[in-house]
Nanobody
């Protein structure tokens, strides 16, 4: 069982930056692949970024490549999403998720956090 709690969301102007954190409970955090997802109002939840258990492999949605960076600190049971050059279309609720196995750009993750709101003003 893994419990996930996100933080770091807020209101930022276009072009600004935010860093999201996702703190995980449990001693087996380092064995999980982690993902960040977002859901805008009236839209489906979509994959943003993923990172393998070791941090050696990452994967990004095309819409955030070059602007967002996912990382993890297994000693702190935390995964991060650094978001730069934010755009109004990045506005959404961002959630982290955990699964065992490969990074996949779908919602087939076993554990989910509650999410944190990110709002980018123009």
């Amino acid at each position: 069982q893994v419990q996930l709690v996100e933080s770091g969301g807020g209101l930022v102007q276009a072009g600004g930056s935010l860093r999201l954190s996702c703190a995980a409970s449990g001693r087996t955090f380092s064995s999980y692949t982690m993902g960040w997802f977002r859901q805008a109002p009236g839209k489906e939840r979509v994959f943003v970024a993923g990172i393998s258990w070791s941090g050696a492999n990452t994967r990004y949605a095309d819409s955030v490549k070059g602007r967002f960076t996912i990382s993890r600190d297994n000693a702190k049971n935390t995964v991060y999403l650094q978001m730069n050059s934010l755009k109004p279309e990045d506005t959404a609720v961002y959630s982290c998720a955990a699964r065992q196995g490969l990074i996949v750009p779908t919602t087939s993750y076993n554990y989910w956090g509650q999410g944190t709101q990110v709002t980018v003003s123009s």
